[in-house]
């Protein structure tokens, strides 16, 4: 599941369609810029980038956050956020790409340091280069872990218009 777009998020959703995965994406309504791309299997399109995280946390089993602009560092930032404050489980969340992120993660290291996170903040997500090294992160992630275990079924929100259960081993 991708949010739909073109780039990192296309190559993603063909790396699914090419290794017979279902592919996903919440796309948003912009002006410009976003229109879904043509390795989805199913997408909707949303008018309030809310709704979009909320599915997309949902739905999310590991975030992998790849160089992006401002929605990208949105959706990083409420993931940590909401798993900081133990509003949703710790989930796997990955920060890949360690020379765009660079300076940002430098600023969570400047926010430690001047208090305003915690020093276990920085372990809610991994920072790296490595494909290996994240693909160990997430199949090893207790919550993963937990999932692979045992099949369960999301029930369906009717204010972010769905209709009917997901199970996760269909995502």
Known sequence: MTGGGPGIMEAANRGAKEAKGYSIG?????????KPNPYLDKWITIKYFFVRKMLLLKYSHAFIVMPGGYGTLDEFFEAITLVQTQKMPPF????????YHEHLFRHIQTMIQNKTIAEQDADLFLFTDSIDETISFILNHPLVTKRRKKSTSISPKWWIGESKPVSNSSL
């Open 26 to 34: 919440c796309n948003i309504q912009l002006p410009h810029e976003q």
């Open 92 to 99: 796997p969340i990955v920060l890949f790409g360690k020379e």
